[in-house]
């Protein structure tokens, strides 16, 4: 009898004790601390992978200009010189040029930590005018061009919209300096709140661009489920 009253009491023990654990409400913040938090909303302005996002970034608007101008040139002499036949025999060089500039253009993404496989062109079978027809009538390759001119353009104004934080905090610090109109402190305490946004979003704005780079260039899956 005793031993089956302590199992009782032991019992409603356990119970209380777990009706009285704190409930938990789906909320996690991640820091602990105001130090934790000063870390975690400033530490991506010196993180690596932020400042990584930034320069893909910038070189994605120089290589996009590079692409652009080496296609159109290639272009135009290629089908230029069509009429004399020699155009026809720059067809092939041409498209392995925009080819290699885009593979360059698909490795960057690895910067990222993403890899984007390439789609597959049409084989080149029987003999050298087989092959230009079938460059000449291959999507794939014309799409590759087709993201040279559209790259031309996106990569900027990604690059733009990144940039629009740090050229607030720019202005911010210039006006500091220079000291003209004083100094507001509601614009430093702002400045200051945009240091923990500018290096965000410049990871999501690099990361849209790989994504864009991806939807272009990468392997379709639609193709693969059909093959």
């Known amino acids: 009898m005793p031993s089956s009253v302590t199992a009782t009491r032991s019992a409603e023990r356990d119970t209380v004790a777990v009706d009285d654990a704190p409930a938990d409400d789906g ?3 991640p820091f602990s601390s105001v130090g934790g938090a000063l870390r975690w909303w400033f530490g991506p302005s010196v993180g690596r992978e932020h400042w990584i996002a930034a320069w893909y970034l910038v070189v994605g608007v120089l290589w996009s200009i590079v692409m652009f101008v080496a296609t159109l040139t290639a272009m135009s002499v290629t089908f230029s010189l069509v009429f004399v036949v020699v ?7 041409t498209f392995a040029l925009v080819d290699a500039m885009v593979s360059v253009e ?11 496989e390439p789609r597959t062109h049409r084989s080149r079978t029987g003999g050298w005018w087989r092959s230009i027809g079938a460059a000449l009538t291959d999507p794939e390759r014309w799409r590759q061009v087709g993201f040279v001119v559209a790259f031309i353009v996106v990569a900027p104004v990604l690059f733009g919209l990144a940039l629009v934080p740090w050229a607030m905090i720019l202005v911010v610090v210039i006006g500091a ?38 939807w272009f260039l990468g392997r379709d899956p639609t193709a693969e489920l059909a093959g």
């Open 87 to 93: 155009g026809l025999l720059l067809v092939m060089p």
């Open 27 to 29: 909320m996690h913040l």
């Open 106 to 116: 698909r490795r960057r993404a690895e910067w990222l930590g993403r890899r984007i």
């Open 177 to 214: 300096i220079s000291g003209l109109g004083g100094v507001d402190v509601l614009d430093v305490l702002f400045a200051v709140a945009l240091l923990g946004v500018a290096p965000r979003l410049t990871l999501v704005v690099a990361r849209a661009a790989a994504t864009f780079v991806a």
